[in-house]
DNA sequence: AATTTTTTTGTAATGCGTTTCAGAAACAAG
DNA sequence: CTTGTTTCTGAAACGCATTACAAAAAAATT
C-alpha cells in the first residue's frame, strides 16, 4: 500500500503548464481565465483525480459551506426513536441542503448545550446552524442568537424570539384538529401533551378556539403528559381512564404516537374508537395512515419544511434578517 | 454589528506572552508545556471564547476526524420514510460517533456514486465512510474499497466482499423467523421480499433452511416485491391473495412495513391473524411492538451496531483490517 | 562552580488554496 | 508602428495551526 502524496493544485498547475492561481480561477469558474487554458487545467486537474483541498478551502475562504444540524435526541430512547417526525424532518433538511451544495453537520445530542453550539461556530466547522426542535432551550437560543449566530429554528416561536423560527402552524393545527371532533359530535374533548413545549401548548389553544367558537357548551380537559414515547403514553392512557369520571368523546394527542398508544389503551379497555371517542393525532407519521383504526391527524409539508428552513439559513447567512415562517398545515381525515 | 476579526492563536500567545506553539501544545495537553503556563494559556484561552480553527487544524494535521455517513435515501418515497430502521441506525452511528469526538458529515441522497464518494475523500472532507445499506451498489462499493477508501459497510457482505460488512445475522434471522411459524404449526410458509438484495435473500435461505430441517414437508413460496412502502406491499398482498391457489399459513416478511402492510391486507380480506396465518417482520421498528396484533419479528441490537460499525472504521484508519462482523440477532415473539 | 542532562520554550518552515496587485499579452485605436 | 485598452496570467502574501529543530532555562551531577 504507497503512502503516495496527495496531488495539489502545484501539481496541476505545473502539469498544465500555468500558474497556481491560475488553475483556482480555472476550477472556480472565473472569467478571468482564458476558455482554452481553463479546458486545459480541467482535463489535467480530472485525469490527476485532482480535489480541491476543503479544509484549505474553507480556511482561506473563511466560509465553510456547511450547515450544522442538531437533531434533539431527546425524544429518542431505549433504542427506539419515539417520534419518527424529526428523521422525516432532517431528510427534508438533508435533501434542501444538498440542493444548495452544502455539507451537512448532523450533531450528536450530548452537544447540545451553549457552548457546543458557540464553538462550532467560532472553530468553523459550520457556516450556521439548523436546530430540529426547540424543547425547552428556547433561552439557550435567544442567547446563541443574541450572539450574532446564523441560526433557523423548527418549533413555534415566542412573539420576541430573537431567532428565526420555522414550523407548523400549531394553533391552526389545534383548531382544525378540534373542528374535526366537534363535527364528529364532541362535546367533552380532551388533549394529551405537554403544554410546556410551545409547539405544543399552541396546539392545545387551537383545539380551545375551536371549542369556543360553537354556540353551545364544550368542556376542554388537558391531560399532562411528559414523554413522548408510546410506552409511557399507553400507561398514561390507563391511569386517566382510571381517574376520570366523565369519558371525554374526543381526543387530540399532541402527536401521532401518543394518540395510537390512547387508542390502543381504549380498545384494551373495550372502548371503541372512533364510535365512542374520536381521536386526531399530529404529524402524520407513515405508521398513522395504516394503523387500525387508520388515524386522523395533522400532516405539515416535510418538504417544504426542510426547503424553507435552508432557504431562511442562507438569507441570514447574505445578511438578511428573515421572518419567521408557518409550513402548510391540514387535517387528513381517516377513520378516527 | 461590528465586522470583529477572529481570534487567533497569535491572539492568544500575545496575551499569554508565550509563543504561539505553547499555545497549540497547551491546547493539545502536549506533557512539554509546564503546568503553570499551560493553566495561564487555557485561563486566556477561554476568556477570550477561542476555539481553534478546525480547519487550519485539519489542514496541517492531515486528518479531519470527521466521519462521511452516507444514508441510503432510497427507501424515502413521498415525503415518507418507509423503513424507519435506518434512521435508528443512524442515530446509533450518530452516537457512537459523538463518544469518539468525530464529526459526522451526513451524505445527502443525489451524492451517492462512487466519484462523489471518492471526492470527499480526495478532498478531505472526511476520514473514512460508514454506508448505511448497500442497496445494489456492491460493485460500486468494491471498486471504492479497492482504491483504499476507509469504509464500513450496514448490510450483508459477499464472501469475497473487498471492504468491512456488519450486519445483522440474516440468515440467522431468516432461520428464527421460519422456526418460529413452523413452531405455530406452518406448513406453507410465504416469503415477501426482494431477494435480490443480499441481506433479504439470507433472510429467504434462512427460512427455507429452517424449513429443510423439519421432517416433514414444508412449501417455501416467494412473493417478489421490489418496494418497502406500505402502500405497494398493501396491492402486492392483495394481488397476492387473488393469484394464489393454496394460501400460506405462515408469513415471513422482509421487514416490518410489509409485514404489516400484509396483515392489514389479510385483515381487510377477512383472514385472521394470527389465527389463519403467523407473520414475522423484521427490524423491530417502534411501530411493530403496538400494531395490532404486536407484531412478532426479528431485532437487531442497533446501539451495538452503531458501536460496532465506528470501531471497525477506526481500526481501518489505524491500519488494521479487521473482519466483518455480524449483530446480536434475535427474535421477538409477539402476538402473531 | 562548572558541566551535563533534562525540561521547557521559541523560531522557522509547512500544509494548500485564494486573493491582491503588478505585469504580460492580446487587441483596438490613432 | 505607437499608444491605449482590455484581457489574461503570475508572484507574493495570506489564512491559521502544527511540527521539526534549535535554543534557552532549569535541574541534576561531578
Redesign the pocket.
Known amino acids: 500500500m504507497s503512502e503516495k502524496?496527495?496531488v495539489?493544485?502545484?501539481d496541476i498547475a505545473r502539469l498544465a503548464?500555468?500558474?497556481?492561481?491560475?488553475v483556482?480561477?480555472a476550477?472556480?469558474n472565473s472569467?478571468?481565465?482564458?476558455?482554452?487554458?481553463r479546458n486545459r487545467v480541467l482535463a489535467v486537474a480530472h485525469e490527476q483525480g485532482y480535489a480541491?483541498?476543503r479544509n484549505?478551502?474553507k480556511?482561506?475562504?473563511?466560509r465553510t459551506n456547511t450547515i450544522a444540524v442538531s437533531l434533539d435526541f431527546g425524544s429518542h430512547q431505549q433504542g427506539h426513536i419515539a417520534d419518527p417526525f424529526m428523521f422525516e424532518l432532517l431528510a427534508g433538511v438533508s435533501e434542501a441542503l444538498g440542493d444548495r451544495n452544502q455539507d451537512l453537520l448532523l450533531c450528536a445530542p450530548k452537544h447540545n448545550d451553549a457552548d457546543a453550539f458557540q464553538n462550532i461556530l467560532w472553530s468553523r466547522g459550520a457556516d450556521g446552524f439548523i436546530v430540529l426542535g426547540q424543547g425547552h432551550r428556547e433561552d439557550m437560543l435567544n442567547d446563541f442568537a443574541r450572539t450574532g449566530a446564523p441560526l433557523v429554528v423548527w418549533g413555534a416561536g415566542a412573539d420576541d424570539a430573537e431567532y428565526c423560527v420555522v414550523g407548523s402552524d400549531n394553533f391552526l393545527g389545534g383548531k382544525l384538529a378540534g373542528q374535526h371532533l366537534l363535527r364528529k359530535g364532541g362535546r367533552r374533548l380532551a388533549f394529551v401533551g405537554d403544554t410546556s413545549f410551545r409547539e405544543i401548548g399552541l396546539r392545545y389553544s387551537g383545539l380551545v378556539r375551536a371549542a369556543s367558537e360553537k354556540p353551545y357548551d364544550v368542556v376542554t380537559d388537558h391531560v399532562d403528559l411528559h414523554s413522548f414515547s408510546y410506552d409511557a403514553a399507553y400507561e398514561a392512557a390507563l391511569r386517566y381512564l382510571d381517574v376520570t369520571e366523565q369519558r371525554p368523546d374526543g381526543l387530540f394527542a399532541s402527536n401521532d404516537t401518543v394518540a395510537m398508544a390512547f387508542i390502543s389503551a381504549f380498545r384494551d379497555s373495550n372502548i371503541d374508537v372512533p364510535g365512542e371517542i374520536s381521536v386526531v393525532g399530529y404529524n402524520d407519521i407513515p405508521t398513522a395512515a395504516y394503523f387500525t383504526p387508520r388515524l386522523t391527524t395533522i400532516r405539515q409539508d416535510i418538504y417544504q419544511a426542510g426547503r424553507v428552513l435552508v432557504a431562511k439559513l442562507m438569507r441570514i447567512l447574505d445578511g438578511e434578517t428573515p421572518d419567521s415562517a408557518l409550513i402548510k398545515t391540514e387535517i387528513i381525515v381517516r377513520q378516527t
Open positions: 502524496r496527495a495539489t493544485m502545484d503548464q500555468v500558474s497556481k492561481p491560475t483556482s480561477r476550477l472556480n472569467p478571468l481565465v482564458k476558455e482554452r487554458t480541491v483541498n484549505a478551502q480556511l482561506r475562504r473563511k
